[in-house]
């Protein structure tokens, strides 16, 4: 039997903005990782649930973390899931991945703790242990997040 736990974090407020809607983002392997996935983003009564699936990841609790970037960033090239402005509310969630590499992300994030979907673009799967997370080079999956029903 496999257990896989998802971790609710407190994340930064930012203040004045609510989600609306849906959106989903598929995930492509950045840096040769071979990880892919797919993040879901839908409004809920009392906030965003943000869930995901991915695979080709090392099995741990706390390794992975998922980011947004704001409308600027790119979900390729030398520049990829890096924000061209900063954000309140960039911090998503971190992944459970079990013994096979299978990953699952679930939080739902109060709206006033994250950037709504009108101002996020694209989002991560970072590896931790890589830079501490930080940089291009702690990017293993990217992709761009497409909102259902407009921005």
Known sequence: MVLVAAA????????????????????????????????DFTSVPGGLLVTGTATGLQPSIGRYVSLVYDLGSAPGGPTVCEPTVELDGMFVGIWAVDALGNGILMQVVPPAAIAPLTVIDSISIRDSTINDGFGVEAVVACGEIAVHGGR
């Open 8 to 39: 609710i974090v407190a994340i930064p407020v930012f203040a004045n903005h609510s989600p609306t809607g849906t959106a989903q983002a598929t995930q492509h392997p950045v840096n040769q990782s071979g990880v892919n996935g797919t993040i």
